[in-house]
């Protein structure tokens, strides 16, 4: 009997083994599809006008996704713990008129204005954090909330105003259009951010640890992983990078109101699904969600140029969502199938 047991288990835990590793393949394969979709894409519209791929349209680009890619960095490590933030457009929103305020009306350096727009994105996913891991609120609740309520502080506070780019210091305002060797500084602290994040999330236990909650929340805590402290990062950190979203945009666009990010957050989820990061947590990297940002942007730039219909173009955009939930889940059920078999048996 034991030697009829003995090579059941070993194959089940095979198969369980090649289900995992065609799942990582499929991560990979997922990021190879992206960069096709995206040269695919490119050469299409470049053929049908060839200005797409003028200096200036590709500056436009990378300064389009770099906020973007900014905020789906943070929004990453939020969904890989099974979490959401839905409110990152409306901190984004309060950080770039604070920061703006500070400038304009207070004078304050340059230099305390940013500190100050990043602490009050810190601030706000703080309170995101605090209602997910004390108060049990689930996050998409929570984050909804809060979306209304940090959305309604800076129209409260804004008053119907606006801050125009007169009202700014002339540098912060260079800032947002500079660029060093052709590339757009914003693009450049958007990768900086994204190497950072992706380095934490690979290389650090702390990082690693984000996967296992988001695989597992009760096994995480069992094995002694500090899940609300790892929660309470994932959050701050998705603020912080909000505010700094809110920072860049005030710089790149001079001109400021209470409706700065509205919606932001619909494209921010989509591009993180969109790159692959799970939305039912535990896989995914930030690099393919920034690849999906790119992908995001590059649809919005060249669908107009194409002749599709706006309708379309969020038609387009909600498909792809489906599409990755779907092949996510599919894969997550084959593998969660294999892994039962495997322990049944043993």
Same mark, same amino acid.
């Given at each position: 009997?034991? &030697?009829? &047991? ?5 194959? @089940?835990?095979? +198969? ?8 990582r393949a499929l991560l990979g394969a997922r990021i ?11 050469? $299409? ?59 304009? +009306? ?15 994105? @810190? ?24 979306? !209304?309520?940090?959305?309604? *502080? $800076? ?6 105003? /606006? ?32 190497? $950072? ?7 650090? /236990? ?29 959050? %701050? ?11 860049? !945009? ?17 494209? *921010?989820?989509?591009? $993180? ?5 799970? *939305? ?12 999906? @940002?790119?992908?995001?942007? %590059? ?8 002749? *599709?219909?706006?309708?379309?173009? /969020? ?26 078999? @495997?322990?049944?048996?043993?």
């Amino acid at each position: 009997m034991t &030697t009829t &047991t003995a090579p059941t288990t070993t194959a @089940a835990r095979a +198969e369980g083994a090649v289900w995992a590793r065609r799942f990582r393949a499929l991560l990979g394969a997922r990021i190879f599809g992206l960069v096709l979709g995206l040269a695919i894409l490119v050469a $299409v519209t470049t053929a049908m006008n060839p200005r797409f791929l003028s200096t200036q349209s590709l500056r436009d680009l990378l300064l389009a996704a770099s906020i973007t890619v900014l905020l789906a960095a943070g929004m990453t490590m939020v969904v890989l713990t099974k979490g959401i933030d839905l409110s990152v457009g409306a901190v984004l929103g309060l950080s770039a008129f604070g920061t703006a305020t500070l400038l304009s +009306e207070y004078g304050v350096a340059m230099p305390v204005a940013v500190v100050a727009g990043i602490a009050m994105g @810190a601030a706000c996913g703080a309170v995101n954090g605090a209602l997910v891991t004390l108060g049990g609120v689930p996050p998409l609740v929570a984050t909804l909330g809060t979306l !209304y309520i940090f959305r309604g *502080i $800076v129209y409260f506070w804004a008053g119907g105003s /606006r801050i125009n780019a007169s009202d700014m210091p002339r540098a912060f305002l260079d800032f947002g259009s500079g660029r060093v060797l052709g590339v757009p500084y914003l693009a450049l602290i958007a990768l900086a951010v994204a190497v $950072v994040v992706g380095l934490y999330l690979s290389r650090y /236990r702390a990082g690693r640890d984000l996967y296992a909650i988001g695989s597992s929340p009760e096994a995480a805590r069992l094995a002694g992983i500090p899940a609300t402290r790892r929660l309470m990062t994932a959050y %701050v950190t998705a603020g912080a990078l909000a505010g700094l979203g809110g920072i860049l !945009y005030a710089a790149r666009y001079g001109t400021v109101d209470a409706s700065a990010g509205t919606g932001l957050e619909l494209d *921010i989820v989509a591009a $993180v699904v969109v790159g692959g990061v799970a *939305i039912f947590g535990g896989s995914g990297t930030v690099l393919g969600a920034a690849l999906g @940002a790119l992908l995001l942007t %590059v649809i919005s730039n060249a669908l107009p140029t194409l002749g *599709i219909d706006q309708f379309w173009q /969020r038609a387009i955009v909600g498909a792809l969502i489906i599409g990755a939930i779907a092949l996510d889940r599919l894969v997550a059920l084959r593998v969660a199938i294999s892994l039962r078999k @495997a322990h049944h048996v043993g």
